[in-house]
């Protein structure tokens, strides 16, 4: 796995996660953090949403 440390640097995010999925092991960890990944990003994006929606309602409102 470790054949060099700048190669692997550039490597792993591209390959890396075929490579899980090949493997079959990390198969369980990827999903996971896909999904704690996923989960996330619409957190923040509903987070982004309503802090917008209530900063115009704010502006409207005055």
């Given at each position: 796995?470790?054949?060099?440390?700048?190669?692997?640097?550039?490597?792993?995010?591209?390959?890396?996660?075929?490579?899980?999925?090949?493997?079959?092991?990390?198969?369980?960890?990827?999903?996971?953090?896909?999904?704690?990944?996923g989960a996330?990003?619409?957190?923040?994006?509903?987070?982004?949403?309503?802090?917008?929606?209530?900063?115009?309602?704010?502006l409207y409102?005055?």
């Open positions: 796995m470790h054949t060099g440390r700048t190669c692997s640097k550039y490597w792993i995010p591209h390959f890396g996660a075929i490579w899980m999925l090949r493997r079959g092991i990390h198969n369980r960890m990827l999903h996971y953090s896909l999904l704690v990944l996330w990003s619409w957190s923040v994006l509903l987070i982004f949403y309503f802090f917008f929606f209530s900063k115009e309602s704010i409102s005055m």
